[in-house]
């Protein structure tokens, strides 16, 4: 890989030499000329520097077929889905107007797929039986303080009745003893009935505590007015007999001020077959911004994210089961910020890196660390070097995923924070004493980065801003490759398109990446003119796909189990360096913790290769991966789908 990065050193050197040397005798006014656009796009075609740099270029959808893309993933058809729901457009919402589509970017189609909710901020994963499963998203935009015409907030039920539960109705309404003042709820609320409490030494009961249940409520009455400063318990109007005295509300302030986006509990699979949604049983919990990660079982854990309240989910995670459709809480309580970056460690465990979305207080569940959510126990790893500026970091499992080994790229202050970080920080699962160390520095404070595994064993980081949501026209025109083998970068050619908020990108079959979304704050660097969403999808080429013929990978199964060997067809075997499984990537808010690159054992045969899986579960988790080949260039093939059972 040290070859590889010194040869690409070598290409760039080459490439300025000769333009020095070709402009050194020419006039003033024609330099000038010629050291515009025209010689930019004359220079960046030349074969001698994509095969050094790459090439990026745009996709150009027809405009009735743009949309916001805040999600996409690869499915195992080869297609890419990309949903918008209402694309962060109060206008969209409000119409009920949300979008999906499926595009094959081989054939160059795109198809709208009928959208059942709004999955604006949903969160998605791969299944073992190919589906994607997506659970959370909007069940209503945020509010600003000035928007605000009565007051509101959370109303927490307590039921003290430890025989029945019960249900309050859309509407119900609740009247302060102290400050008299009336709220009513927005939603129905199922209030579990209270749990007896005995003595662990006597067996004597000592009390029951009550059953919870969380609502938002609103005012009656518009005004400041109506707004409450202090806690009071209210009285539920309607209840009568012992429903009235067992069941109650308390609620803190109840104000005028800003109401975050309040989240769905909705989940749906989507089949890439029959390309549309199928519903599945709701989550117990809503979410916006929620992380869905797979387990060794093939179960699925959700956490995080903002619930109908607009409040933090307060810590109550749990497990999708894909046999029965139906979701069950974990054990104990874990609170992480929205968006966290949690995945599948080789052990069983889960490591959280400490990127996050935002959201929630500042001083819980930002630490970086492994959890063991059998016993609900967090070890923490130290050494996180800007620790106050992980939101809207990237996290990636350095390639190949057996090293454990992970990279937190750039990040930011939390919430609208100016700051910004040029660390990598990279840890070592595997060492005795895990802890971060620093790798190679960024250029610029970077948030929002995109990243992307390569076949070769290289990842893709491109993109993001130097402020929140790209403020001051602070979006970064740059990308680099980085190699674990040098822990270097190595700058490549720079994107068209500038990514910040809403973006991400995806490995594509071809060994191309696709880029998607932007959402910036402002159009111009002073800050006064509303952005726009960045609709176009760029579309980039490594340098490796410049180097002459690529490996063929033909025959053999498409069925692998895990510790099991099959024979592929390639024409020239000795030339193939590597064999890997890429799982393909489901994208969001710099978020992807479906990628990964497993490397396989490989054994060059007359025609052919033999290549082998890895016998963990937890490493080489049930699904469609892409299997590549590499030859001594660093140049992949395509990609052969093949399923791990």
Not at 392 to 420: F, H, I, N, R
Not at 558 to 582: D, E, M, N, Q, V
Not at 611 to 635: H, K
Request: hydrophobic share 30%; net charge positive.
């Amino acid at each position: 890989m040290k070859d590889r990065a010194g040869r690409r050193r070598a290409r760039r050197l080459a490439i300025g030499a000769a333009a020095v040397l070709a402009l050194a005798g020419m006039n003033g006014p024609w330099l000038y000329r010629f050291g515009t656009e025209k010689y930019h796009q004359y220079k960046i075609d030349k074969p001698e520097y994509k095969a050094a740099n790459g090439k990026w270029e745009i996709v150009r959808f027809p405009e009735k077929y743009r949309l916001n893309t805040i999600h996409a993933a690869l499915l195992h058809t080869g297609r890419i889905l990309m949903i918008a729901g209402s694309g962060n457009n109060q206008d969209n919402f409000d119409a009920k107007k949300f979008d999906t589509r499926i595009w094959d970017p081989v054939k160059g189609t795109i198809k709208k797929i009928p959208t059942p909710n709004d999955l604006f901020c949903t969160g998605h994963t791969q299944l073992a039986n190919g589906n994607l499963l997506i659970a959370g998203g909007t069940k209503r935009y945020e509010k600003l303080k000035g928007d605000i015409t009565k007051a509101g907030g959370l109303m927490v039920v307590h039921n003290e009745n430890p025989d029945t539960p019960i249900t309050l109705p859309a509407g119900t309404k609740f009247t302060g003893r102290k400050n008299h003042k009336t709220f009513v709820s927005k939603d129905p609320v199922l209030v579990p009935r209270a749990k007896k409490v005995f003595d662990k030494r006597t067996g004597a009961f000592v009390r029951n505590d009550p059953g919870l249940g969380r609502i938002y409520v609103e005012a009656q009455r518009s005004g400041a007015r109506y707004e409450t400063g202090t806690q009071d318990n209210y009285r539920v109007r309607g209840l009568s007999g012992s429903d009235a005295r067992n069941t109650y509300g308390i609620a803190q302030k109840l104000a005028l001020d800003k109401k975050d986006f309040q989240g769905i509990r909705d989940a749906y699979e989507f089949d890439p077959v029959a390309e549309k949604y199928i519903k599945v049983d709701p989550m117990n919990e809503a979410r916006w911004y929620p992380t869905l990660t797979t387990l060794g079982d093939g179960k699925v854990l959700s956490l995080s994210g903002l619930d109908e309240i607009g409040q933090l989910v307060p810590g109550k995670n749990e497990v999708f089961d894909p046999k029965t459709r139906k979701w069950t809480y974990t054990k104990g309580v874990r609170q992480f910020p929205t968006y966290p970056a949690i995945s599948l460690m080789r052990n069983g465990k889960l490591f959280y890196s400490g990127s996050n979305a935002g959201y929630g207080p500042d001083d819980v569940g930002r630490e970086p660390g492994v959890w063991d959510m059998e016993t609900n126990k967090f070890t923490r790893v130290p050494g996180m070097s800007d620790p106050d500026m992980l939101e809207t970091s990237g996290t990636v499992l350095l390639p190949p995923a057996q090293d454990e080994k992970y990279m937190v790229v750039g990040g930011g202050g939390v919430g609208e924070s100016t700051k910004s970080s040029r660390k990598t920080r990279i840890v070592d699962l595997k060492a005795d004493d895990p802890h971060f160390v620093d790798g190679p520095a960024l250029e610029k404070g970077t948030r929002y980065p995109q990243s992307s595994i390569l076949p070769d064993d290289t990842v893709l980081v491109s993109g993001g801003s130097e402020d929140y949501r790209g403020r001051g026209d602070s979006n970064i025109l740059q990308a680099r490759i980085y190699d674990a083998g040098s822990n270097r970068f190595e700058r490549v050619a720079d994107p068209l398109v500038g990514r910040n908020y809403h973006s991400g990108s995806i490995l594509l079959p071809d060994g191309r990446v696709m880029f998607f979304g932007s959402d910036s704050l402002y159009a111009d660097e002073a800050d006064t003119e509303p952005g726009t969403f960045e609709q176009r999808v760029e579309i980039y080429t490594p340098p490796y796909l410049f180097h002459g013929e690529r490996p063929s990978l033909t025959g053999g199964p498409r069925t692998i189990a895990r510790g099991g060997s099959a024979t592929y067809r390639t024409a020239r075997p000795s030339s193939i360096r590597s064999a890997r499984l890429i799982r393909p990537s489901a994208s969001t808010h710099v978020t992807d913790v479906d990628q990964r690159s497993i490397a396989l054992d490989l054994r060059k045969k007359d025609g052919g290769i033999e290549i082998t899986v890895p016998s963990n579960r937890n490493l080489v988790e049930s699904g469609w991966y892409m299997l590549f080949v590499t030859d001594g260039q660093g140049t992949p093939s395509t990609a052969r789908w093949v399923r791990v059972p």
